[in-house]
């Protein structure tokens, strides 16, 4: 860091398995990528080329040279894996994954219906050559799933030799984990939380409210995905608890200037509103 301030939560260091920052790359350019990479580097652990935006993305082997350069995994996006189920590929899929050198694969079935034993089967085979990070949830704002069902597919899933699991969200955080306004469903969060470890989950938060959510809830090194690009830096510092949304969320009230603790008025019972001075 820049400089020294008291009282900012301890972060995980990379290579880490809690505080984990994955980010989505979209589509970004070369160009793009190491602007991006000069100030996002540190906080960024690892890299979704969205969807099968790898497809159509010009010096793709390029880019993928520049991320390794920096350290930064990459892996292509989960609907890319589906495209090629539906097509029954999945063995051209494991030569594209050795062909660019992927250390992390992503197997979903968010976009298809994909029978859960064989989704299980697909997990073992990719787990003996790559890291697997396996979604669970639908990007069907219609079908929603019990909590039991996430919990259990989590649970296989992580057996079957996933590394992680992901709650869906999709890239606008409309679905899934989330209410089509963006709200948490935080009951569903709360019992997926009794049974799974929370380091082996990364939520996928996209929007700034998601995140503050999850890291209010659950601490500076809560796995959180879907982060855009320009807004890595911005998370961090909600992470740290130096932006407005966690501001005071971290603070120790025995520890601050006199000026800012909670002025308690005659007959009312304790608060936390802090005079601005």
């Given amino acids: 860091m820049n400089y020294t301030l008291s009282q900012i939560p301890e972060r995980t260091q990379k ?14 350019s070369v160009r793009e990528v190491e ?24 010096n793709l082997q390029r880019k993928l040279d ?15 894996f589906e495209a090629f189920i539906i097509r029954n590929q999945f ?19 968010g976009s298809i219906e994909l029978d859960h034993d064989r989704k299980l089967e697909f997990i073992r085979t990719l787990a003996k050559d790559v890291k697997v990070l396996s979604e669970v949830g639908s990007k069907d704002a219609e079908k929603i799933i019990p909590p039991y069902k996430w ?13 992680k699991v992901i709650g869906e969200a999709r890239e606008a955080g409309n679905v899934g984990l989330f209410r089509s306004t963006g709200e948490v469903r935080s009951g569903l969060v709360e019992e997926i939380l009794t049974q799974i470890p929370f380091e082996k989950i ?16 659950l601490g500076a090194n809560v796995n959180l995905g879907n982060i855009a690009p320009n807004e890595v830096i911005s998370l961090e510092t909600i992470r740290l608890g130096l932006r ?6 971290f603070l120790d009230m025995d520890g601050v200037d006199p000026m800012f603790k909670p002025v308690e008025k ?12």
């Fill in 35 to 58: 602007d991006f990479l000069e100030v996002g580097a540190d906080y960024t652990d690892i890299v979704k080329l969205g969807w099968a935006t790898s497809y159509v993305t010009s």
């Fill in 266 to 277: 005659p007959g009312a019972k304790p608060g936390t509103s802090m005079p601005r001075g």
């Fill in 244 to 249: 407005g949304d966690t501001f005071s969320h």
């Fill in 66 to 80: 520049v991320y390794k350069a920096a350290g930064i995994p990459v892996y292509f996006g989960g609907t890319l």
């Fill in 202 to 217: 990364l939520w996928e938060a996209p929007q700034k409210a998601q995140q503050v959510w999850f890291i209010k809830m």
């Fill in 91 to 109: 063995e051209d899929y494991r030569r594209l994954l050795d062909q660019y050198g992927m250390e992390y694969a992503e197997v979903s079935d």
């Fill in 15 to 28: 290579p880490r398995e809690q505080g984990f920052t994955m980010v989505m790359d979209k589509g970004l």
């Fill in 151 to 163: 919990i259990a597919q989590m649970r296989t899933e992580l057996e079957a030799g996933a590394i």
